[in-house]
């Protein structure tokens, strides 16, 4: 009865391409995520996931070769690797795990930016510069990659107009950080060492 319906066009074209789709969105999902544990110097995590999203994209392509002539299941294939990147893209979103600089470009009050950024709990440093338009004032911030709405909301609250840029970092060494009072959204916590 089973075989019966494996050998099914229900199965055949149902089924099977939407599993195939599942498998590559979550395979796909799982490789953005590897991708940027290993860009932030996550080596403990990135292997662990690389299994996993091997191990199930070989499951889903072994489905394909079984049935080249089905071109439902090369459907479901692209569609999954398509919607696996947008939901690896948005779960990456959500986790938004990391630190990342914000160098602000202030033609002026570079130190009452520094003030208010140090008020609200950030470190800030500035530097004077010579821009296009003449003297400008460079406000370095390294802050948690949760905490980044924040900050823009207090730069946009500060000068509307205000330019600055943000850039993912690798590593920080010490500095100012606001305390996260959200809990950890993490697909692994750290493992524990023995003692």
Not at 106 to 122: H, T
């Amino acid at each position: 009865m089973a075989s019966d319906f494996l050998q099914s066009d229900i199965y055949l074209y149902g089924v099977l391409p939407l599993l195939i789709f599942l498998a590559r969105i979550c395979d796909v999902t799982i490789g953005t995520l590897r991708i940027i544990y290993v860009s932030k110097g996550q080596r403990h995590i990135a292997p662990f996931l690389g299994f996993f999203e091997v191990f199930i994209w070989i499951v889903a392509i072994s489905q394909i070769m079984k049935n080249l002539n089905n071109f439902a299941c090369y459907f479901g294939y692209a569609a999954g690797f398509a919607t696996g990147n947008y939901i690896g893209m948005l779960v990456e979103e959500r986790l938004a795990f990391g630190k990342v600089l914000v160098r602000v470009f202030s033609i002026d009050k570079g130190a009452e930016l520094v003030r208010i950024l140090n008020a609200n709990g950030f470190g800030a440093t500035t530097f004077q510069a010579q821009g296009a338009q003449g003297d400008v004032s460079i406000v370095y911030s390294v802050i948690n990659r949760k905490s980044l709405p924040r900050v823009q909301e207090l730069l946009i609250n500060f000068n509307p107009n205000i330019f600055y840029v943000v850039e993912d970092i690798r590593k920080a060494n010490k500095g100012i950080f606001q305390a996260t009072t959200q809990p950890k959204i993490s697909i692994f916590e750290r493992w524990r060492k023995g003692k």
